[in-house]
């Protein structure tokens, strides 16, 4: 009877425990316990228990492994608490109470409110809220509370450190992450070690996947600090992320490391690193990914003109194009590197 009281006080039991998505990548299975519906305001980071209540735009969820779930009306997972910038989908945020339900901002499993959305895409999938996810002792589960990346041990950074090769673009799905793969691909094909390293964006295992597919390792991305996005962080924030990152797998100045920042420069967290002498003073190379010409050449710009960059090559999706490749010579002698028809020979006087 004691028992039963104390079961009951900690809430449903989750006896079969659901999916875990990828944004919760920082929470192992034996913390799941059980789920409450609580008088407590939603935060980042906290782990919700949910039942799928009509599909939309997203119709799978990709676990911690990087598996792809297929979803249905009824289908019951963990999700987690968080706010996304996405013009080709939704912008959302956190709550600022508990509701009924929910949208599904990304497949990486994270909820919040659709601000406004992409007139060309589905309205969100919508998912019931069942209760605050708890632990053993019946606290709310929060990713940021569990990193997986700790303080490391060096605390400053030593002056030759892993030669930096930073890949921003447009916007998102410019090709940055292809582009950052082929790179991972030329140098460790060329023998180099490599590191590889996402440090804004939304949770998506499958952009660090790729670049490990390509030769980096380890790899790592802001999730396995617990934050299951880096859109509304601050700059502190931000520069905490990216420098725990170097002070983890770039201490070791004959090895590279590929990072790349999500969304396009004008993106508001992007933009605020682009300003940052700690990570621009850190630079090896500059790639710039274009979805076409006219975005390329405006992209070097605004590079040039606002942060005072110079990229050391465009690739991106215009980059798979003669046509795009020939519009840009007549504006821009920075040269254009293909992130899908991989030349190593032509990756190697870029990178090295």
């Known amino acids: 009877m004691a028992e039963a009281t104390i079961e009951k006080k900690r809430g449903k039991r989750i006896r079969a425990v659901p999916i875990l998505p990828s944004a919760a990548l920082c929470i192992s299975r034996r913390q799941v ?53 996405a013009p080709d989908a939704f912008e959302g945020v956190v709550p600022d109470v508990l509701p009924p339900e929910v949208d599904l901002l990304a497949r990486s499993g994270m909820i919040g409110v659709v601000r406004q959305k992409n007139a060309n895409v589905k309205d969100p999938t919508r998912v019931e809220v069942l209760g605050y996810v708890c632990d053993a002792d019946g606290k709310v589960l929060n990713t940021r509370q569990f990193p997986l990346i700790r303080d490391p041990k060096a605390r400053s950074k030593s002056k030759r450190r892993a030669k930096l090769i930073l890949v921003v673009g447009t916007a998102m799905n410019s090709g940055k992450s292809v582009a950052a793969a082929a790179i991972c691909w030329a140098l460790s094909t060329m023998g180099h070690k490599v590191r590889g390293s996402k440090v804004t964006g939304t949770a998506s295992l499958k952009d660090i996947l790729r670049m490990e597919d390509a030769g980096a390792s380890p790899v790592a991305d802001f999730t396995h600090f617990g934050y299951p996005s880096t859109y509304l962080l601050d700059r502190e924030q931000l520069l905490e992320i990216f420098n725990k990152l170097d002070l983890k797998y770039a201490n070791n100045p004959s090895n590279y490391w590929v990072v790349e920042l999500a969304d396009g420069i004008l993106q508001r967290e992007t933009a605020m690193l682009l300003e940052c ?76």
């Open 277 to 352: 002498p700690e990570v621009t003073g850190r630079m090896h190379r500059l790639i710039f990914a274009a979805h076409d010409a006219l975005g390329a050449i405006a992209g070097v710009q605004i590079l040039r003109d606002r942060f005072g960059l110079r990229p050391d090559a465009i690739s991106g999706l215009c980059s798979a194009s003669p046509l795009a490749i020939r519009e840009l010579s007549e504006y821009t002698d920075v040269p254009v590197v293909s992130n899908t028809h991989r030349d190593l020979n032509q990756w190697s006087k870029i990178v090295l």
């Open 33 to 85: 316990r059980c789920y409450e519906r609580l008088d407590k305001f939603p935060e980042v980071g906290d782990l919700v228990y949910g039942k799928v209540r009509y599909l939309g735009f997203h119709s799978t969820l990709e676990n911690k492994q990087g598996r792809i779930h297929l979803i249905n009306d009824g289908s019951r997972a963990v999700f987690v608490f968080g706010a996304r910038y």
